[in-house]
């Protein structure tokens, strides 16, 4: 799954969420995608500042913990690579893989800043 993630599977010129899945899981209600998305972005920016403690203080299990955490709310708003990335790192953390772990938290911020970026466009475009 590590070397999946690190050979590059998510183009960049993907959109990191699938406004289609939110959009759904949420019956078209713009109000509550809206909360979602936004709720999703305040706990994975959140979450990513635990991440990078658990990185400086090697504590792997932390690691691995914190990806467990993210991953089924990135994948119910259809960030499916950032869950992806999230699972890797859960992985690396079970199997005490600290260079993948390290890998992925190289390519965790930058994803997680495209996924902001996309929803507040998105949002920006949505009536309230």
């Not at 050979?7 to 899981?25: I, K, Q, T």
């Given at each position: 799954?590590?070397?999946?993630?690190?050979s590059?599977?998510f183009p960049?010129?993907?959109?990191?969420v699938d406004?289609?899945v939110?959009r759904?899981m949420?019956?078209d209600?713009p109000a509550?995608?809206r909360?979602?998305g936004l709720?999703?972005?305040?706990?994975?920016t959140?979450?990513?500042v635990e991440?990078?403690?658990?990185?400086s203080g090697k504590?792997?299990?932390?690691?691995?913990?914190?990806?467990h955490?993210?991953k089924?709310?990135?994948?119910t708003?259809g960030?499916?690579?950032?869950?992806?990335?999230c699972?890797?790192?859960?992985?690396?953390?079970?199997?005490?893989?600290?260079?993948?772990?390290?890998?992925?938290m190289?390519?965790?911020p930058?994803l997680?800043?495209?996924?902001?970026?996309?929803?507040?466009?998105?949002?920006?475009n949505m009536?309230?």
């Amino acid at each position: 799954m590590i070397d999946e993630v690190e050979s590059g599977s998510f183009p960049d010129e993907s959109l990191p969420v699938d406004m289609a899945v939110m959009r759904r899981m949420f019956h078209d209600n713009p109000a509550l995608v809206r909360k979602f998305g936004l709720k999703f972005i305040e706990v994975a920016t959140d979450t990513l500042v635990e991440m990078k403690a658990a990185q400086s203080g090697k504590d792997l299990l932390a690691l691995g913990r914190l990806g467990h955490k993210l991953k089924s709310s990135a994948r119910t708003i259809g960030a499916s690579g950032f869950a992806d990335l999230c699972e890797a790192l859960e992985k690396a953390g079970t199997e005490n893989n600290w260079s993948g772990a390290e890998s992925l938290m190289a390519e965790i911020p930058v994803l997680l800043e495209r996924i902001t970026q996309q929803l507040e466009n998105e949002f920006s475009n949505m009536s309230e």
